[in-house]
């Protein structure tokens, strides 16, 4: 009772603290998008060198392991943030339970 005022209040911050997760979500999607098409077009050269009966320099392999690394790392996050969204939600709904048992009592 002394952190919110009203259920609105607790309702309101729950839902901003949410709305930030979604945003740091859909920011990492993105970079993730980005990182994928940077990895195609390494693919793609990687692909072109062994048509060509090269093979592949050790600066293409080590960007293509950064690469791919930076997205196992990035969908990491992601995960990790979808399990914060469920464990904040969790959160306050135990916390607007308690709340309301409190404001009527």
Known sequence: LDTF????????????KLLAIDSRITHTKQVTEGLEKQLDGLEEQAANQERAGKSLTEE????????NRQIEEQMAFITSL????????AQFDADLVRYRMLKNN
Do not use: F, P
């Not at 979808?82 to 939600?89: F, P, S, V």
């Open 5 to 16: 005022t009203t259920e609105e209040d607790l309702i309101l911050t729950r839902d901003g």
């Open 60 to 67: 293409l392999l080590t960007q293509l392991a950064s690469v």
């Open 82 to 89: 979808q399990q914060e969204k469920i464990d904040l939600g």
